[in-house]
Each structure stands twice: as structure tokens, then as C-alpha cells.
């Protein structure tokens, strides 16, 4: 690609990068996207992977970020049902921590601010009478139930990605930008591949998205002068055996003032989180501390009746959440909401993406090429927001296309086929191919995962490594041994098939 141009180059695959190069080749810019590692590998990958809007947010007064993320919220359900669901949350009552009236209020509010269309609204709930009162210790007579919505993170990224590119995007990963020479008429951008390949690219303009990295980009990539820092907030979850056996979330009051989530998670586990930690290292080199899993373990055991500790922890991670410096003190405060900073002063038009969470980042795509197209000669409409769908997401009705694909390939396990939607969607049939038994799928590599899906997973969703596979593209790290991991891994080291080499 020596010297290839461009309009758009976007430095960063999380979920900003993609979302911002989907929104502008779909207006008919030319756009790169360049990622040093893989998509979603850092900060996208490590949400509490929801589409929400924030109830605790209602607190520090952040009413405008709440009413957009919840309207970004109907729009996403629709966009990717087979990722993004809804899901009921339960809220048990402390009066000691926040009194009845006011959490009444605020998920009034939370009913109302976004113009919410398709999820239940909130209501209270006697849990002697109620699924969600089983597991909690008796001293919780009654609490609330309201709705939002889960997201398969990662996934979210990669389909935004697959759309641009079915769209004309180039999108290459494990490919780092070493520089980046700003001209009065566009940018010369130096890359290297992860292998030694070196090249450069050349676009009218450049876009900052990422991540954590942001600043890091414009001081020692870029060169350019900028008026914003960032905090490098660290959030990080555990994963545990199933401590409940129904499909609602939970959502814990803290005596410090926090709220941690205890989630459905993979149907045989439970997710809790999160943490808030000022995070004063490298981006990249990030891990739960022991005092993060006993935080998140006496949180839940204020509530459960079962106890949990270290011991019980099947997986962990953390990532950093890069968040405009608003100078609060208490991490938990800081905003959310993101800043967009269109530069113009030296030169080629240069865009930086500052902050934002997993549920607005459509609505910043959108803000962020709203500003920087027009500099570009380009005045297409907005268009993410009227309904397209994300791949995969053309069925509004998910459930019954595990009907339709268990009546067609019988073959086919329960839990695989509802696995396989709930990831891929109406891509299924292409992963699939034409298998008509088990064997058909090629090498079983353990759990449900075969030949066929990592294949697809290769040649369609850039994936290169086991890591890629497990815990991005799936979640099947938690259900494969050691011995299984390694197969798979030396499987993925092999070139692909000549029939897949060339295709993403």
C-alpha cells in the first residue's frame, strides 16, 4: 500500500476509531483505519458491557449525557439486536444510602430523559414474591426493577469495522503509526506492521481516536500542541461461577457511594464491577490489584447470600478509561461525556477525540465527521442513525432465527446455534458454509468452537491470535483448558487456507 492516499486516516481501532471510519466512508470519504494491536484490545474490550445511561450519573447533575446516551440506546437496540439486548436491572432499597423518594425520582427521570421506546419502564418490586429476591440475604425486602441493555463490546467494534470496510474503509491492525508529518494540504503517515513492514499513507485529513493513547499520539507521533490532558482511570471486573439462576442484572449500592454491577454472564457465570482507580502507568500494562477483587467481592457479599472471595475468581480484566481531566478529586466524578477537537491552525485539518463511553460513541462518530467532512469538501448528511444495521443485525428478531437455524441444520447443538446468533446474527449462514454435520465444522478445538468459526473469524473479522479468538471475538477462554488453548493457538500460527488469503 506504498504511498496510498487517502481523505481520512483514523489512528485507533476502539470502538471511537471505528465508529468515526464507519460514519465516513458511509458519506463517501476515502478512510484507513490504522490499529497497533488488535480491534477492541484495551479500553473497548474491558467495559461492564452495556448499552446504558448512566442512572448513577443523574447524581452529579450529567442530565445531558444521560438523555443522549439512553437515545443512542434505542438506536443500537435496533442496529445490532444479536449483540445488544435488553436486560432488567435490580435495584435493591438501602435507606441509608439513598432514601426511596429520591431513587423513585431518578429513575423517573431515567424513564423519560431519552424517549425511550421499546424497554419496560421502572417499578418497584417485593422480592418475597419476586426470582431476584432468592439469592439476596433477608434483610432485602423490596427494591426496583428498570431496563437497559447489554452489548458484546469487542463485537461491537469489529462489526462497525466490517461494515466500513464492506464500504470501501481499509482496516489494518497490528499496525503502528511511528509518525505522523502534518503539511499544509494533508498528512504523511510513517507505519510499521508488527512484523518489520514498514510504509507510509497520505490523507487530507487526521483523526486522533486513540484511546488512552491520545495525548501520548500528539506529543510524540504528531508533534501538535493540545490544550486538553486525560486521566487514565482503571475499572476492573471478576468473573464467578453463576451465583443466580435467572436472566436479571443487579445493580449494588456502596456505604462509599459507588454502585458495582452483578451480571448474567456466558449463562454459566456472574459478572461483577466495577472498580474507579487513578491509573498512573502505561496504558497497556494493566491488572486487578488485590484490593480491586476484595472490593468487588465484599461488594457483592453485602447483598448475596452465597459468599464469594479471591479464591472463587474464574477470570478477570481491566482497562483504562481515558477521561477529559475535569480536576474532580474523586474518580467516580469524573465525566463521561467525551470532547471533540476540530484543529485547523497548522495545517491539514487534524481532529482529536478526547473521553466518551460504549454508548455514545455513534452519536460522537457523528459529531466528530459532522465537523471534520465539510473541511474535506464533503457535506453528506448524517446517516447512522436512520436504521442501518450493523452485520449480522438485519433480523430484528434474533430468537427466531435460532429456531429457523436449528430447523435447518439439526445438527446443530442448542446452545451452539444460540451462541452462534447472539455473536454473528444472520452471518451464521456464511460461517457455516456449507457444513451438514459436526464433522463438516473441521477440528474440534474444544467447548463449541471448531475449525469453521475460527476460519470465518480469520478470513472475515480480522482475527490472528488464540487471545483474539477466546476473549474478544468470543468469550470461549472461559470454557477451553490450557492443552485446548495451545491447539488453537498453534492452529492460528499456521497460514490460513489459500482460499481465505487476501480476504478480511
Known amino acids: 500500500m506504498a504511498n496510498e492516499s487517502y481523505d481520512l486516516i483514523v489512528i485507533g481501532g476502539g470502538i471511537n ?103 419496560a419502564g421502572s417499578q418497584g418490586v417485593k422480592f418475597a414474591d419476586h426470582a431476584a429476591g432468592i439469592p439476596l440475604k433477608p434483610e432485602f425486602t423490596k427494591g426496583f426493577a428498570y431496563s437497559d441493555a447489554w452489548v458484546q463490546d469487542a463485537r461491537l467494534v469489529v462489526l462497525n469495522c466490517m461494515d466500513a470496510a464492506s464500504r470501501g474503509a481499509r482496516v489494518m491492525t497490528r499496525t503502528r503509526a511511528t509518525a505522523a508529518v502534518r503539511h499544509a494540504d494533508g498528512w504523511q503517515v510513517m507505519l510499521e506492521t508488527t512484523d518489520g513492514a514498514t510504509t507510509e499513507a497520505h490523507s487530507r485529513g487526521l483523526v486522533n481516536a486513540a484511546g488512552p493513547w491520545a495525548a501520548r499520539f500528539l506529543d510524540d507521533i504528531a508533534s501538535q500542541d493540545h490544550p486538553y490532558s486525560l486521566r487514565l482511570i482503571k475499572g476492573s471486573h471478576i468473573v464467578v461461577n453463576q451465583l443466580f439462576d435467572h436472566d436479571y442484572a443487579y445493580i449494588f449500592q456502596q456505604p462509599d457511594g459507588r454502585i458495582v454491577f452483578a451480571i448474567p454472564y456466558e449463562h454459566d457465570f456472574t459478572l461483577i464491577g466495577t472498580t474507579d482507580v487513578e491509573h498512573e502507568g502505561e496504558p497497556d500494562r494493566i491488572a486487578i490489584e488485590e484490593d480491586e477483587i476484595r472490593y468487588l467481592c465484599d461488594a457483592a457479599n453485602r447483598y448475596f447470600e452465597q459468599p464469594i472471595g479471591p479464591d472463587d475468581v474464574v477470570w478477570s480484566y481491566s482497562g483504562v478509561r481515558p477521561l477529559l481531566d475535569d480536576r474532580e478529586d474523586n474518580a467516580s466524578e469524573i465525566t463521561r461525556d467525551y470532547r471533540i477537537q476540530l484543529d485547523l491552525s497548522g495545517g491539514a485539518p487534524l481532529l482529536n477525540v478526547f473521553g466518551g463511553k460504549l454508548t455514545t460513541y455513534r452519536r460522537l462518530a457523528e459529531d466528530a465527521v459532522d465537523k471534520l467532512a465539510p473541511e474535506l469538501g464533503n457535506r453528506e448528511p448524517a446517516w447512522t442513525g436512520k436504521g442501518h444495521p450493523l452485520p449480522g443485525g438485519e433480523n430484528a428478531n434474533p430468537r427466531e432465527l435460532v429456531e429457523s437455524l436449528q430447523a435447518s441444520h439439526a445438527f446443530i447443538p442448542p446452545r451452539t446455534a444460540d451462541r452462534w446468533v447472539f455473536n454473528y446474527g444472520t452471518r451464521v449462514m456464511k460461517l457455516l458454509g456449507e457444513a451438514q454435520s459436526l464433522a463438516d465444522l473441521g477440528e474440534h478445538f474444544g467447548a463449541d468452537l471448531y475449525a469453521a468459526e475460527v476460519d470465518y473469524l480469520r478470513q472475515h473479522e480480522w482475527a490472528r491470535t488464540a487471545d483474539d479468538v477466546l476473549w474478544r471475538r468470543s468469550k470461549l477462554g472461559l470454557r477451553l483448558d490450557e492443552s485446548e488453548k495451545r491447539r488453537l493457538a498453534d492452529y492460528l500460527a499456521c497460514p490460513p487456507p489459500a482460499a481465505m488469503q487476501g480476504e478480511t
Open 17 to 119: 476509531g471505528a465508529g468515526i471510519a464507519r460514519d465516513a466512508v458511509g458519506r463517501g470519504l476515502s478512510v484507513l483505519l490504522v490499529e497497533a494491536d488488535d480491534l477492541a484490545s484495551h479500553t473497548s474490550s474491558a467495559s461492564t458491557k452495556l448499552i446504558h445511561g448512566g442512572l448513577r450519573y443523574l447524581e452529579q447533575y450529567e442530565f445531558k449525557l444521560v438523555a443522549k446516551a439512553l437515545a443512542e440506546r434505542e438506536i443500537l437496540l435496533k442496529a445490532a439486536p444479536h449483540i445488544i439486548w435488553p436486560m432488567r436491572f435490580i435495584l435493591p432499597h438501602q435507606k441509608h444510602l439513598r432514601p426511596a423518594w429520591m431513587i423513585r425520582i431518578g429513575l423517573f427521570m431515567y424513564d423519560h430523559l431519552g424517549g425511550r421506546q421499546t424497554l
